[in-house]
């Protein structure tokens, strides 16, 4: 049975132990919560340090795995935190620069109409920075439910949708063609659903990260 020595600083200062002379029993203590031991498997004292069998940590969510002469340790609490961290920036990120296209959009949908001269300049550069960062890595977000993170891809395809709507509004305004005009209303409207589908499965995936990181 493999057997290592914790520092209290592993798990924050919220692990704590009452040890008496051998063989009382020694009691582990996490957030408040007595981790269970089973036969064979307690912890143990040996000369004036607590060993806890690292099997235990499976109770407190750890996973453990010894590989190449090392102790794997990784608690879930942090992967789910994680999962928070990068889908707060994520979503920062893109609904700043999704509003952005959206009114300078607007912007040009008024100067079109009152007959002005139209720069397309500060919506392409729009595009292009929403594009540069539309998503979560995978290596970096823990899979919760049925959830993983090509999930968020609909951010992306909300970009692309209103990549192609600008081609079309910008060939409105070379050419007058009015059906390019209806093809450009078709790709904003392609762009704001699949932006309502991205905020929909944002909710689901915050709230089951947040279960799972406080349960």
């Known amino acids: 049975m493999m057997v290592v020595t914790l520092a209290l600083t592993?798990?924050?200062?919220?692990?704590?132990?009452?040890?008496?002379?051998?063989?009382?029993?020694?009691?582990?203590v996490l957030n408040d919560k007595e981790m269970k031991t089973r036969a064979g498997a307690e912890a143990k004292?040996?000369?004036?340090?607590?060993?806890i069998p690292a099997n235990i940590l499976r109770g407190a969510r750890f996973s453990v795995e010894y590989k190449n002469s090392t102790l794997h340790l990784v608690n879930s609490y942090f992967l789910y935190t994680r999962n928070l961290m990068e889908m707060h920036v994520l979503n920062?990120?893109?609904?700043?620069r999704f509003n952005k296209i959206d009114q300078e959009?607007?912007?040009?949908?008024?100067?079109?109409?009152l007959e002005e001269p139209v720069d397309f300049s500060r919506l392409q550069q729009n595009i292009e920075e929403a594009e540069s960062n539309v998503g979560i890595r995978p290596e970096v977000f823990t899979p919760v439910q049925d959830y993983n993170s090509f999930d968020f891809s609909p951010a992306?395809?909300?970009i692309e949708a209103y990549k192609k709507a600008s081609r079309e509004l910008i060939a409105y305004v070379d050419t007058g063609d009015k059906e390019r005009l209806r093809a450009f209303?078709?790709?904003?409207?392609?762009?704001?659903?699949?932006?309502?589908s991205y905020t929909n499965v944002y909710d689901l995936i915050f709230k089951a990260s947040f279960t799972s990181a406080v349960k």
């Open 185 to 196: 209303y078709q790709e904003r409207k392609q762009a704001l659903e699949y932006y309502d």
């Open 156 to 158: 992306r395809e909300s």
């Open 10 to 28: 592993l798990l924050s200062g919220s692990m704590a132990f009452t040890a008496t002379s051998a063989p009382k029993k020694i009691d582990i």
């Open 45 to 51: 004292i040996i000369d004036g340090r607590v060993y």
């Open 92 to 96: 920062h990120v893109f609904t700043t």
């Open 105 to 113: 959009v607007v912007n040009i949908l008024g100067k079109v109409i």
